[in-house]
C-alpha cells in the first residue's frame, strides 16, 4: 500500500551524527505510525525507535536513548531519525517501516507490514 525509501546513511566516525530519511509514497502517510529498525550482519533485526500516526508520541530502544530522535513531517511525507554521539555498535543497515492504523505494539516494535530497502550506517572507531 504504502512505499518507502530511506536515504542518509554512511561513514562517520565515533562521537558523530547523521540524520536519516525515510520518504512514503502511495498513501496517506498520515495513515501509518512509523519505525525504525536496523540489523548488522549475522545478527537479528533490531528494534530502534517508533513515532505515532501524529508525531505526538515516541519510543525509543534502551540502547539508543538519548542519542537519537525520531520525528515525522505528514505535509512532506517524510519520517526522520536524528542519530547523534554514534558508537561502531551502531554499525547496521537501517530500516524503516509502517504499521497502518487500526494497529497494536507499534511502541515495541510489534506489527510493522511495510518495509524500506535500508541504509547502510558504518562507525568508525
Known amino acids: 500500500q504504502v512505499q518507502l525509501v530511506e536515504s542518509g546513511g554512511g561513514l562517520v566516525q565515533a562521537g558523530g551524527s547523521l540524520r536519516l530519511s525515510c520518504a512514503a509514497s502511495g498513501d496517506t502517510f498520515r495513515s501509518y505510525h512509523m519505525g525504525w529498525f536496523r540489523q548488522a550482519p549475522g545478527k537479528e533485526r533490531e528494534f530502534v525507535a517508533a513515532?505515532?500516526?501524529?508525531?505526538?508520541?515516541?519510543t525509543y530502544a534502551d540502547s539508543v536513548k538519548g542519542r537519537f530522535t525520531i520525528s515525522r513531517d505528514n505535509a512532506k511525507n517524510t519520517g526522520h531519525l536524528q542519530m547523534n554521539s554514534l558508537k561502531p555498535e551502531d554499525t547496521a543497515v537501517y530500516y524503516c517501516?509502517?504499521?497502518?492504523?487500526?494497529?497494536?505494539?507499534?511502541?515495541?516494535?510489534?506489527?510493522?507490514?511495510?518495509w524500506g530497502q535500508g541504509t547502510q550506517v558504518t562507525v568508525s572507531s
Open positions: 517501516a509502517a504499521d497502518r492504523l487500526p494497529s497494536s505494539g507499534w511502541r515495541t516494535g510489534v506489527g510493522y507490514d511495510y
Open positions: 513515532v505515532n500516526w501524529s508525531g505526538g508520541s515516541t
